[in-house]
């Protein structure tokens, strides 16, 4: 009876399980907003599916809400309250300058070489509203994309294996669409050939406006 007692609990403790506290709350995210991080089953190993809230302090009305499908967790096991700066599942930041912060969602790991993808919700006269072209950008390149505010650009970056690298502008044009700018794509076959090709998108199509190859 012990032997079989104890099997049962050898296979139970490999077995990917929520802790107790299957929900903490990021409370420092502002003044005005606080979120709410709730797992479920989890999906792989490291990743679980949870749903995500982003609450009004004042009024505790749900601004956004989105089910991610893997949701990464860190060692928030015996945790019932975590710090903004201590996790990537929520990131908070000014993405179309226009002088008022934005959320990003973490909503899968999905992207290209397992990166990281976000939805964008944009603030919008007191509430935050899904913006697909920012969503996009946050999907189609290697994790969230950086944030020039001097040069008010959102930098995507590219890659195919080690030698190649692309590096794209996007700008914000009427109604908070992107449209590209400027790519960098630099290659670096150290048994071919290396260089780089700067293009412009002009008038709907992309330019070459310079271009280095250097032959092994």
């Known amino acids: 009876m012990k032997n079989k007692i104890l099997s ?13 506290n299957n929900k903490v709350v990021i409370n420092d995210i502002s003044d ?8 479920k089953s989890p999906s792989y190993d490291i990743y679980f599916k ?9 009024n505790k009305t749900v601004l956004i809400q989105l089910e991610s499908k893997e949701l990464l967790k860190n060692n928030w096991e015996n945790l019932n309250e975590i710090k903004y700066k201590d996790q990537s599942n929520i990131i908070y930041e000014d993405f179309n300058f226009d002088g008022r912060k934005d959320f990003a969602i973490l909503d899968s790991y999905s992207g290209p070489y397992g990166s990281p993808t976000y939805k964008i919700y944009l603030y919008q006269k ?5 913006n697909k072209s920012f969503s996009e950008l946050a999907h189609q390149y290697m994790g969230i994309f950086q944030i020039d505010s001097c040069k008010k650009e959102l930098i995507t970056y590219k890659k195919s294996g080690c030698c190649f690298h692309e590096k794209t502008k996007f700008i914000i044009i ?8 400027l790519m960098i794509i630099d290659i670096n076959d150290p048994e071919g050939q290396s260089g780089r090709t700067i293009k412009k998108f002009t008038q709907g199509k992309w330019v070459t406006i310079s271009k280095t190859i250097i032959n092994h």
């Open 32 to 39: 005005i907003y606080y979120a709410e991080i709730k797992y």
């Open 8 to 20: 049962i609990l050898c296979i139970g403790m490999i077995i990917p399980t929520l802790s107790q």
């Open 174 to 181: 009427k109604d908070n669409k992107l449209t590209p700018n």
């Open 50 to 58: 949870g749903d995500i809230k982003i609450f009004n302090k004042h």
């Open 126 to 130: 007191e509430n935050f509203t899904y």
